[in-house]
């Protein structure tokens, strides 16, 4: 990558930042609090919490305001602040077995274990565009909303894929007895590079940016890779996951809270020739809050990564292409300076036509005045 650093023209450069926090702390609009982003904007919360690698509502919110509603750039400010907090304790493994049930969908079947509980979503509803929505418009009040009180069976479902497990349809990829799992990748810490282990995939894909993850996850199906694979989702869900650290004093777990995750198993038609076809096989996605999208995507490619990732270059696709971060900051950076390399191509351009002169013989400058608005 070859650019001129920005440098001189600090007084421009403070005079646009200020153009960007006047215009929006001075608008006359009544000043979004962070109660209500996180409460009425939940959704985008939610992302910036994913792809910022950091759960803290209040912390996104801020951020959301901040960035005047840019996803990306909120997740900079939360990725930037994340690195500068210090690493108190370590938590314990989750086990998502724990997790306590707010919305669960089984498309695979139609009376699994346990209830299919649709929750909170507008999935089954048409797009039509409600402008009176609001605490004085709504036409649906609390007392309407179904809030049927659900035991602790119905909170913690068994899973669709044990169900086929003891069908023995399902390829066990589990460790298994007395078998250590791998330790799980730290990307805060260092960078993935293929082939790298199941688990950087999967942290890779949980803090990648949505749409670029789901993009991915569409051009693996209809893309020229031609990977066309038939995946039915065994298991949707939404719901609070205990978090736990080990106290440094007793050496046992100590809860300290509840983070909500989404959560998908996408269950794998195996029809390789290399593959047990009397079997299925599962992939799996998890990722921070309501986010069943980026869950779906990142349960699909896992299990298209496994199965095609040598074959497509999908593994390093997924390590390296996929961060909302790596892939807009390199966007971003064309906005700057490249005085030095294009004036190199303009000479070389010439010298090959061979017209004497540069760039500066061409170029008439014209000064703009600081803290205009254009």
């Not at 497990?165 to 799980?184: A, H, I």
């Not at 990732?309 to 900051?329: I, K």
């Not at 300076?337 to 010439?350: A, E």
Request: glycine share 10%.
């Amino acid at each position: 990558m070859g650019y001129s650093g920005a440098r001189g023209g600090l007084d421009a450069i403070l005079a646009a930042e200020s153009l960007v926090r006047g215009a929006r702390n001075q608008d006359p609009a009544p000043w979004l609090t962070t109660e209500q982003i996180t409460g009425r904007m939940r959704l985008a919360v939610d992302r910036v919490m994913g792809e910022g690698s950091l759960y803290h509502e209040e912390t996104a919110a801020d951020a959301l305001r901040q960035a005047e509603g840019d996803v990306i750039e909120a997740t900079h400010l939360v990725r930037a602040h994340q690195s500068t907090l210090p690493r108190l304790a370590v938590s314990e493994p989750i086990d998502p077995d724990e997790m306590v049930v707010l919305r669960r969908i089984v498309p695979a079947h139609r009376t699994p274990d346990g209830p299919q509980l649709l929750g909170r979503t507008s999935d089954y509803t048409g797009r039509i565009l409600d402008r009176n929505a609001g605490p004085d418009g709504s036409t649906v009040t609390e007392n309407e909303v179904d809030r049927a009180e659900r035991d602790l069976s119905q909170r913690h479902p068994r899973r669709f894929s044990e169900m086929l497990r003891e069908m023995d349809l399902m390829v066990d990829s589990r460790p298994v007895d007395g078998q250590l799992p791998e330790s799980p990748f730290d990307l805060s810490r260092h960078p993935a590079r293929p082939p790298a282990p199941r688990s950087a995939i999967l942290a890779s894909m949980a803090r990648a940016e949505t749409g670029s993850l789901i993009g991915t996850w569409y051009r693996s199906i209809l893309g020229p890779e031609g990977n066309i694979h038939e995946v039915t989702l065994g298991e949707v869900r939404h719901g609070r996951l205990p978090l736990r650290v080990t106290h440094p004093h007793t050496g046992k777990p100590l809860q300290l809270g509840y983070i909500r995750a989404s959560e998908c198993e996408a269950i794998e038609d195996l029809d390789g020739p290399d593959e047990d076809r009397g079997r299925f096989d599962v992939g799996y996605g998890l990722c921070f809050g309501h986010n069943e999208r980026k869950a779906i995507a990142m349960a699909n490619l896992d299990i298209a990564c496994r199965r095609f990732g040598d074959a497509d270059g999908l593994e390093q696709v997924l390590l390296l292409t996929t961060d909302g971060l790596d892939s807009c900051g390199f966007l971003e950076h064309l906005k700057l300076p490249h005085y030095v390399t294009f004036r190199s191509m303009i000479d070389r351009k010439r010298a090959v036509r061979g017209v004497d002169g540069g760039i500066d013989e061409i170029a008439e400058r014209h000064t703009e005045p600081i803290g205009r608005t254009c």
